[in-house]
């Protein structure tokens, strides 16, 4: 399972960001997405997952209100768009693979998720 993350940046306090989760239709159709972040001295949390099911998404309490998540099907691809980003939102983010036959729930911890793509820096200076 191969996934690609790309879209990190610099970006102002109040501003937005779509970061995109790319990999192959197999691995879209066997495995539900999440995203983390890793802020430094901290461990990597969960932010938002998509159930590979039925396309439901889900976020964190810091998350909720202020992102989205979802999938192209055709370029094979998860968006995660965040807005009214705070300097709190700064870390490396990640997508991972959680497989299908684990269950419904994709708000899991990250040592639940098999399989990761490269991490993206997001920064938001204070």
């Known amino acids: 399972v191969q996934l690609v993350t790309s879209g990190g940046a610099l970006v102002q306090p109040g501003g937005s960001l779509r970061l995109s989760c790319g990999s192959n239709a197999y691995t879209f159709a066997a495995y539900h997405i999440g995203w983390f972040r890793q802020a430094p001295g901290k461990a990597r949390e969960g932010v938002s997952c998509i159930n590979t099911h039925d396309g439901r998404t889900y976020f964190s309490d810091s998350m909720k209100g202020r992102a989205t998540l979802s999938r192209d099907v055709a370029k094979n691809t998860v968006y995660f768009q965040m807005n009214n980003l705070k300097p709190e939102d700064t870390g490396e983010y990640f997508c991972?693979?959680?497989?299908?036959?684990?269950?419904?729930?994709?708000?899991?911890?990250?040592?639940?998720?098999?399989?990761w793509g490269q991490g993206t820096q997001v920064t938001v200076p204070s």
């Open positions: 991972g693979a959680l497989p299908k036959q684990r269950g419904d729930a994709c708000m899991r911890p990250w040592n639940d998720y098999d399989w």
